[in-house]
């Protein structure tokens, strides 16, 4: 046996216990969110079938879990959209004009996304409290925002420096101002980075759950990592069926998002990371 | 050259980065001064706010709990860090091999990322179950283990769920930056290298590692600092127990901002972040040394 069968053998069985780590606790939650009991392992494989957990998540009012649904939906749409926006904003000029202080303001940008959230969040809290932003989009949209801009400033900063000066030299011919160029000549040639920036955006601003936890209230404004994180039973008993069907609610458009666009979220990833 | 530039030219470039540097003013770096200076105030719900120095941090050096949090926080670091690297690190070399649904795999590794860490512990939660969930299936019906085992129970199993579930959600990270750093280096390096004879290992110490080693930082740089700050999975799996034994330096600040003793709270917040900013300062300068002697 040569080293080169040895080798396939040793990537075969790599591979497959790579799968079956990622993908088991997550195909168990698709499971147990189908089934009548959550307990089927314990009494030897009983399973049964059923849809009362997605009936019930999505029609038990008290639960909330449609409100805590859209609550995540806007706050994430909105924090990503002005996101790319203002990060797009600096990233042209970091690539493109004159600006004393780029390696500056690129270093402080990063140095602040190190810091814990924990030093941030009681501030905040206080701060939303005078503003009477508690409980509110607002409240949380902000924070959001500054929290995912480090992040996709460095990527946008990766793509702009990739796109050739001569087409905003063109512009500049041709007597745009660089507000012009910005909009009809940058933003939509960079339009796959600005995507694959956004759809980043969201996801960091859909998992999120510090900020939510302390600057959100109830469902008028609670997004749905805490309120499947706090989620209990009535009567002691953990709902756990209950759970998994939201959380498999949550996660699939995401996960169904993930692989779609697995290539523009890979890109964002390494340029956010590897980009020097 | 500084002359060329006008003031209507700078000023016109300030503008488009001024909403960036605003928001982040006074969402993030405000916050952090205000609780930096909170740190030295006694300041709990309706007592009156006194300056009181560096009394919240005296008090700190001789809190157990603090202590209990703070060694928990670095030994989780210490153990979670160098798993997720190192099995980051084997799931990019399986993906960099030809693989055949080789764009299906990675979409398989980058699941866990995308699931947020809060669902993701809910989920380990079940797992964990004491009664009928499938780490005590598994590990009975493989013989491992007689009696169910109370994963979230005791002190010991806890930190080791706490470490499993957390290299669950971030190997993915660590997987999907090393690979770009391992496409990065050309095919004629090995050829050459296996040209010349050298064999598996050789070349994985000789041509892997060290022009994988900029990546490498970059992801320890980033898991540290992620790691050192863990507070979603602690908050739904173990709520800092048993016995305070799981109680993370950001949830343990987390229980002061909950009780309002925002004085305290802050001083822990404060030293998380030193620790924090120590670190990356660190490992920045570890690179830039390593970057001067290649």
Redesign the interface.
């Known amino acids: 046996m040569g080293?080169r069968r040895l080798?396939s053998i040793l990537?075969i069985l790599?591979?497959i216990f790579?799968?079956a780590?990622?993908?088991?606790?997550?195909l168990?939650?698709l499971i147990?969110s189908i089934s009548k009991n959550?307990?089927?392992?314990?009494s030897l494989g009983n399973f049964q079938f059923a849809s009362d957990n997605y009936h019930g998540i999505l029609t038990i009012k008290s639960l909330h879990f449609l409100d805590y649904l859209r609550n995540s939906i806007v706050v994430s749409a909105v924090s990503a959209f002005i996101t790319v926006l203002?990060?797009g904003?600096?990233a042209?000029?970091?690539t493109r004009?004159?600006?004393?202080g780029k390696v500056f303001?690129l270093l402080?940008?990063l140095?602040?996304s190190?810091?814990?959230?924990?030093?941030?969040?009681?501030?905040?809290?206080?701060?939303m409290g005078r503003l009477n932003w508690i409980n509110t989009y607002q409240g949380l949209i902000?924070?959001y925002?500054?929290?995912i801009?480090?992040l996709s400033?460095w990527i946008l900063v990766s793509y702009f420096s990739q796109i050739p000066r001569d087409l905003d030299r063109a512009g500049l011919v041709d007597g745009c101002s660089?507000w012009q160029i910005l909009r009809k000549i940058i933003f939509p040639v960079a339009a796959p980075g600005l995507f694959s920036t956004a759809l980043l955006a969201f996801?960091f601003a859909?998992?999120e759950?510090?900020f939510a936890?302390?600057l959100t209230i109830d469902y008028h404004s609670r997004t749905?990592?805490?309120g499947?994180?706090l989620?209990q039973g009535l009567h002691g008993e953990i709902p756990?069926g209950t759970?998994?069907a939201a959380?498999t609610i949550?996660?699939v458009p995401?996960?169904i998002?993930?692989?779609l666009f697995?290539r523009h979220?890979?890109q964002g990833?390494?340029r956010g990371?590897?980009k020097? | 050259m500084i002359k060329?530039?006008t003031l209507k030219?700078?000023s016109?470039?300030?503008a488009?980065?001024a909403?960036?540097?605003i928001?982040?003013l006074?969402?993030?770096?405000?916050?952090?001064i205000?609780?930096f200076l909170?740190s030295m105030f006694r300041d709990v719900a309706f007592l009156t706010k006194e300056f009181i120095g560096l009394d919240n941090y005296k008090k700190l050096l001789v809190d157990s709990r603090f202590w209990q949090s703070f060694q928990f926080t670095i030994l989780f670091t210490a153990v979670s860090v160098p798993l997720e690297l190192g099995l980051g690190l084997?799931?990019a070399l399986?993906l960099n091999?030809f693989?055949p649904f080789r764009?299906l795999?990675?979409?398989?590794?980058?699941?866990?990322?995308?699931?947020?860490?809060?669902?993701?512990?809910?989920?380990?939660e079940?797992?964990y179950?004491f009664?009928?969930?499938?780490a005590n299936?598994v590990v009975q019906s493989f013989g491992f283990s007689r009696e169910p085992i109370n994963w979230l129970g005791t002190s010991g199993t806890a930190f080791f769920s706490l470490v499993v579930s957390d290299a669950?959600k971030t190997?993915?990270?660590v997987a999907?930056?090393l690979l770009?750093?391992l496409s990065a280096i050309p095919d004629e390096i090995y050829r050459q290298a296996q040209v010349d004879g050298s064999?598996?290992w050789q070349r994985f110490f000789r041509i892997t590692l060290p022009l994988l080693r900029?990546?490498l930082v970059?992801?320890l740089l980033?898991r540290t600092?992620d790691a050192?700050?863990i507070?979603?999975l602690i908050?739904?799996l173990t709520k800092g127990g048993p016995g305070g034994s799981t109680t993370s330096?950001?949830f343990y600040?987390?229980k002061y901002?909950l009780v309002s003793d925002?004085g305290y709270?802050?001083a822990?917040?404060?030293t998380?972040?030193a620790i924090?900013?120590g670190l990356?300062i660190a490992y920045l300068r570890l690179g830039k040394f390593k970057e001067e002697i290649l």
């Open positions: 080293e080798k990537i790599g591979s790579m799968i780590f990622c993908l088991m606790p997550f168990y939650m147990i959550p307990d089927f392992l314990a203002i990060a904003l600096a042209y000029a970091i004009l004159t600006l004393l303001i402080f940008v140095a602040i190190m810091f814990p959230q924990i030093s941030i969040v009681s501030y905040l809290y206080r701060f902000f924070p925002i500054a929290w801009l480090p400033l660089k996801i859909f998992n759950f510090m936890v302390m749905v990592p805490v499947i994180a989620f756990w759970i998994m959380s949550a996660t995401i996960v998002c993930t692989i697995q979220i890979i990833i390494t990371a590897v020097g | 060329k530039y030219e700078l016109e470039s300030y488009f980065v909403p960036l540097i928001f982040v006074v969402f993030i770096l405000f916050p952090v205000g609780t909170t084997l799931f399986l091999e693989l764009g795999l990675r979409v398989c590794v980058l699941i866990p990322w995308a699931i947020p860490a809060a669902i993701a512990a809910r989920i380990w079940l797992i179950n009664h009928y969930g499938l299936f669950w190997i993915p990270f999907i930056i770009a750093g064999n598996f900029p990546v970059v992801a980033f600092i050192l700050r507070f979603d908050y739904v330096l950001s600040g987390y901002f925002f709270g802050s822990v917040s404060v998380l972040f924090a900013f990356s």
